[in-house]
């Protein structure tokens, strides 16, 4: 089974820092730049970008929700068409970055809020995926949801997704909070290997759901993330894509 690591990143703005991008490069497969609606500003994507194409890592858009303050993870209203244009603008976004460093854009990957909405919005999934087909682009998304069936009727080429350091609820859907808790690296990394090999993991209330795990994602904004990054890649090192 192959698998790739992914990461969120490239949400800094200004001043401001979030996470360790550049150190956690070299443990991860795909990088998911911000483009400047939840996060991000231009030097900070162009930034992400050089240090993507230095470490020969694959550069993929995360576009969001325009609610920096919230940082995505809050829920909007929004119509099959606004979601296609608003995923769109930021590809758009990010592709001048691309195109000024010689590299191609390898997918998109939906954020927070908007990717919990496509799990169970047709109009969301549908408006994303609008986006995927127009741009050419795969996308990396959710399993056993309205997101994968949207995908799978309309031919978006997509991988599903398992955090390395987010809970999940009793319907084996990821827990978005607005702070990222701790997690220790050899947890994170039985968590999973179970999910890679298993196709399972355990619910905060001890359940056994059913996941898949195409992509690992590790962010970037979780305390402790190079090491989480670290002990993710070291136990998929017979997996990885």
Known sequence: MAVSINCDMGEAF??????????CMPYITHANVACGFHAS???VMWRTVRD????GIKIGAHPGLPDREGFGRREMKL???????MVLYQCGALLGFLKAEGVSMSHLKPH?????????EEAVA???ADAALALDLPVIGFSNCVMEDVFKARGVEHQCEFYADLDYDDNGRQIITMHHDP?????????VLRAVENGTTLSITGKEVAVKADSVCVH?????ALEVAKAVKAALHEHLS
């Open 112 to 120: 927070g809020a908007l990717f919990g909405m496509a799990q169970k």
């Open 126 to 128: 549908d408006g994303i």
């Open 79 to 85: 119509s099959r068409e606004e979601v296609a244009a």
């Open 14 to 23: 200004g001043i401001y820092r979030m996470g360790d991008d550049a150190a």
């Open 41 to 43: 500003d231009p030097k």
């Open 220 to 224: 970037s904004d979780t305390p402790g």
């Open 52 to 55: 993507a194409k230095h470490h």
């Open 183 to 191: 997690v220790t690296p050899a947890a994170a990394a039985e968590k």
